[in-house]
């Protein structure tokens, strides 16, 4: 492949060469026809380069959507009740996308059940939505417990993490999720809380390299007003009672992945009560 690549390179530069030799021997029409073939020779070569790209790396097949999955999706995923027609088709693809490319695992079964699996997507699909990408990214699978786990990612009566994204380590391409508290999340509309969309906030959080409070993809000038609000809001969340659940005070990360399932849950309340951090994520969530 390297050998044919460098012929291709030493073609292009023996023709760049010979084009001006022969303008200005007044060879001009040779010299159009020599760069006619350039062209060609360049668009061939970069449609070859883009065939071999995708047979190096072939997506995986969307998964499509019969009517009983979206019949589930109508009945049991808020947010995409509120759709409309065409943003439901939009949701139903990326849905279909991200089972395709991302395993979904549930703890002590062979296969999951679709419903679980039918979760975890929306989870990712909401958090990401409005956004000009949706690759989720470097997480490849998603492991779901059938309760509540401990730190060290094991099981028992004990256990109180509802989810954990990793940052390092041997499942740092891993996300884990306690099915009662997943599904939780959606059987409650507007209560500002879903540990799905919780999880996947902190994979937009991760997804520039560092676990910060400062999502991937937030523009230079809105990152400093972005600081600025959620210090106010931590301070104030330290001091009074606030419509933002306390546990948003215990680090920025954490702050950013409770304000985005607020923002998810019950955007009309968040405009309402903290108009400044609505905007922000607003903008964010809405680029043009």
């Known amino acids: 492949m390297k050998g044919r690549f460098t012929g291709w390179v030493i073609l292009f530069f023996v023709i760049l060469a010979l084009v001006p030799v022969f303008i200005i021997n007044s060879a001009v029409t040779i010299a159009k026809i ?6 060609v020779a360049i668009v061939a070569a970069l449609w070859k380069w883009r065939i071999q ?4 790396s072939p997506r995986n097949e969307r998964i ?18 509120k759709l409309s027609k065409q943003d439901k088709q939009i949701f139903e693809d990326r849905v279909g996308i991200f089972l395709a490319d991302i395993k979904v695992t549930e703890i002590n079964k062979e296969l999951p059940e679709k419903e679980t699996c039918f979760y975890v997507a929306s989870s990712a699909i909401i958090a ?3 956004l000009p990408f949706y690759n989720y990214g470097n997480i490849n699978e998603v492991l779901v417990y059938p309760s509540n786990f401990n730190l060290d990612n094991s099981l028992n009566r004990l256990g109180a993490v509802e989810g954990k994204v990793h940052h390092g380590g041997l499942m740092n391409n891993t996300m884990i999720l306690s099915l009662p508290a997943l599904v939780k999340g959606f059987q409650i509309d507007n209560d500002k809380k879903n540990v799905g969309v919780h999880e996947f906030a902190h994979l937009l959080d991760k997804s520039d390299g560092v676990i910060d409070g400062i999502p991937v993809g937030m523009e230079e000038e809105l990152v400093e007003i972005w600081l600025n609000v959620m210090q106010d809001e931590i301070e104030k969340l330290e001091k009074t009672k606030s419509s933002i659940p306390n546990y948003a005070a215990s680090s920025n990360p954490e702050f950013f992945a409770v304000a985005v399932e607020y923002y998810k849950e019950c955007p009309s309340l968040l405009k309402r009560k903290h108009p400044q951090l609505f905007n922000v994520l607003d903008c964010y969530f809405n680029k043009d």
Do not use: A, M, S
């Open 34 to 39: 020599l760069g006619i073939i350039l062209v």
């Open 53 to 56: 790209t995708r047979e190096r």
């Open 64 to 81: 499509k959507l019969n009517t009983n999955d979206k019949f589930w999706l109508e009945k049991n995923i808020p947010f995409y009740q």
């Open 128 to 130: 990401y939505w409005g």
